[in-house]
């Protein structure tokens, strides 16, 4: 319902900029009411991912040809920021980061950030290798139980904090949604960074992700391909043993997308196991070659859907995992979601 009441507000934004300005312009109220009804279908298609992308375009090009000022009214409260934390959902609607979407207008990323702690001080430090607007930070729950703060957060030349303090990491693990954060777009060559403190002497590879935009990426689907639905991907269950490692293979029987990897974290020593890589057809998914906890990845995270590359029929999604453990292996086991893609000459 939250969902369809911001497609309206959408919709009805549009359509009441279109109206004002028509009057603006001295038009009759017939001119006002004909501007408005196509800004709201102008809204409507821009705002429904249920629509092909062809059939959208052409009817988009037509209201842009004959109400000029509607088409504005629409495309600008999307461009304008206003609805820049909103985005499509699987119904057509909107609804915020953080709501439960993965069809978002970037692709969706990981930027992890590894440090070791000395005299129970360190410092975290993200590179974006290309423009990156981060909207959640997180610190994987095995990190998070220690005694360890953060503060000093700082996105490029501005501070996070709207004062002094010290942060628990605790209240930034993966099972919080306290890590939600606007963070400004950071540019090439810019950081975003943090410090570290509380944490014992000597913690090894102390860990902290970000999630956001790759802004400079548009989210692009093969020409004339459709997102249909979910569907589940089961991997077997794996044995990682101790000091060791292990890969899962998914062999997908459609084109898809993968979403969301979950992993079973109630299996024992769960925080030993590290997710060193993700591999979709050959092509890395991770931005840096950085391992990362594998609570991240948890049944139970927060804010963790993600876009990765389209897995065609016949190729393989490859999950690298290690155990840190040094007597006992870990088990791995979850599943992962997925949205079948249906490009041009699929029959199904």
Same mark, same amino acid.
């Given at each position: 319902? #939250? !969902?369809?009441?911001?497609?309206?507000?959408?919709?009805?934004? %549009?359509? *009441?900029? &279109?109206? +004002? @300005?028509?009057? #603006? !312009?001295?038009?009759s109220?017939?001119?006002?009411?004909?501007s %408005?009804? *196509?800004? &709201?279908? +102008? @809204?409507?298609?821009?705002?429904?991912?249920?629509?092909?992308?062809?059939?959208?375009?052409?009817?988009?090009?037509?209201? +842009?040809?004959?109400?000029?000022?509607a088409?504005?009214?629409?495309?600008?409260?999307?461009?304008?920021?206003?609805?820049?934390?909103?985005?499509?959902?699987?119904g057509?609607?909107?609804n915020?980061?953080?709501?439960?979407?993965?069809?978002?207008?970037?692709?969706?990323?990981?930027?992890?950030?590894?440090?070791?702690?000395?005299?129970?001080?360190?410092?975290?430090?993200?590179?974006?290798?290309?423009?990156?607007?981060?909207?959640?930070?997180?610190?994987?729950?095995?990190?998070?139980?220690?005694?360890?703060?953060?503060?000093q957060?700082?996105?490029?030349?501005?501070?996070?904090?709207?004062?002094?303090?010290?942060?628990?990491?605790?209240?930034?693990?993966?099972?919080?949604?306290?890590?939600?954060?606007?963070?400004?777009?950071?540019?090439?060559?810019?950081?975003?960074?943090?410090?570290?403190?509380?944490?014992?002497?000597?913690?090894?590879?102390?860990?902290?992700?970000?999630?956001?935009?790759?802004?400079?990426?548009?989210?692009?689907?093969?020409?004339?391909?459709?997102?249909?639905?979910?569907?589940?991907?089961?991997?077997?269950?794996?044995?990682?043993?101790?000091?060791?490692?292990?890969?899962?293979?998914?062999?997908?029987?459609?084109?898809?997308?993968?979403?969301?990897?979950g992993?079973?974290?109630?299996?024992?020593?769960?925080?030993?196991?590290?997710?060193?890589?993700?591999?979709?057809?050959?092509d890395?998914q991770?931005?840096?070659?950085?391992?990362?906890?594998?609570?991240?990845?948890?049944?139970?995270?927060?804010?963790?859907w993600?876009?990765?590359?389209?897995?065609?029929?016949?190729?393989?999604?490859?999950?690298?995992?290690?155990?840190?453990?040094?007597?006992?292996?870990?088990?791995?086991?979850?599943?992962?979601l997925?949205?079948?893609?249906?490009?041009?000459?699929?029959?199904?």
């Amino acid at each position: 319902m #939250a !969902a369809r009441v911001i497609q309206l507000r959408l919709r009805n934004t %549009a359509a *009441a900029n &279109a109206r +004002a @300005a028509v009057a #603006a !312009a001295g038009g009759s109220p017939a001119a006002q009411q004909t501007s %408005a009804n *196509a800004a &709201a279908a +102008a @809204a409507d298609l821009m705002s429904d991912p249920s629509v092909p992308s062809a059939d959208a375009a052409t009817k988009l090009q037509t209201i +842009a040809q004959n109400h000029p000022i509607a088409f504005q009214s629409a495309s600008q409260l999307l461009v304008s920021g206003i609805f820049s934390k909103w985005e499509a959902d699987d119904g057509g609607a909107m609804n915020p980061v953080g709501g439960p979407t993965r069809r978002k207008p970037y692709p969706v990323k990981i930027l992890p950030a590894l440090c070791t702690i000395a005299n129970t001080a360190g410092s975290l430090t993200w590179s974006p290798q290309e423009e990156f607007e981060a909207f959640r930070l997180c610190i994987p729950s095995g990190q998070a139980s220690l005694p360890a703060f953060i503060q000093q957060l700082q996105a490029g030349d501005r501070m996070m904090q709207a004062q002094s303090g010290r942060i628990p990491a605790a209240c930034l693990s993966e099972k919080s949604d306290l890590g939600r954060i606007d963070f400004p777009p950071i540019k090439l060559g810019e950081t975003i960074s943090c410090a570290v403190s509380g944490a014992p002497s000597g913690t090894p590879e102390f860990c902290a992700v970000l999630l956001g935009y790759a802004k400079g990426k548009p989210r692009k689907m093969p020409d004339g391909a459709e997102l249909l639905y979910e569907r589940v991907e089961p991997f077997d269950v794996t044995s990682v043993p101790s000091l060791g490692t292990a890969t899962i293979t998914l062999q997908p029987q459609r084109n898809i997308i993968m979403r969301r990897l979950g992993l079973d974290d109630t299996v024992a020593n769960f925080a030993n196991l590290f997710v060193t890589f993700i591999n979709v057809q050959d092509d890395p998914q991770f931005v840096s070659g950085v391992e990362i906890p594998a609570q991240l990845f948890s049944e139970l995270a927060q804010d963790d859907w993600l876009d990765f590359d389209m897995c065609q029929l016949g190729g393989q999604i490859t999950i690298g995992l290690r155990n840190s453990h040094t007597s006992l292996a870990v088990t791995a086991q979850g599943m992962a979601l997925a949205d079948l893609v249906r490009l041009p000459g699929d029959s199904r």
